[in-house]
């Protein structure tokens, strides 16, 4: 079982940064065991991949170069760090883990999610 935090959310104009952290309490199994995923949801739109981290990372198109996915097994949190951001980052913003390695940006793989941090870009 897994229960998942997210915070760092906020209003930052376009060209700003900020960073998310996703805190995790595990039982059961080390949180280092789990592949972590940010996926976000736009107002009126389908829930899309961010970043996920498992043995390696990986973005979505629309977000490489600009974000990036780390994490910090001895403080189970998982950060997503986002710079260059743009008007069409406005969403809110989800982590979520999985006990797999594969298919991480396939949100069907994630058994946990944490509630969400709400990101406004103005332009």
């Known amino acids: 079982q897994v229960q998942l935090v997210e915070s760092g959310g906020g209003l930052v104009q376009a060209g700003g940064s900020l960073r998310l952290s996703c805190v995790a309490s595990a039982s059961g199994r080390t949180f280092s065991s789990y592949s972590v995923g940010w996926f976000r949801q736009a107002p009126g739109k389908e829930r899309e991949f961010v970043a996920a981290v498992s043995r390696s990372t990986f973005y979505a198109g629309s977000v490489k170069g600009r974000f990036t996915i780390s994490r910090d097994n001895a403080k189970n949190t998982v950060y997503l760090q986002m710079n260059s951001l743009k008007s069409e980052d406005t969403a809110v913003y989800y982590c979520?883990?999985?006990?797999?390695?594969?298919?991480?940006?396939?949100?069907?793989?994630?058994?946990?999610w944490g509630q969400g941090t709400q990101v406004a870009v103005s332009s």
């Open positions: 979520a883990a999985a006990t797999g390695w594969n298919n991480v940006a396939n949100d069907n793989v994630y058994s946990y």
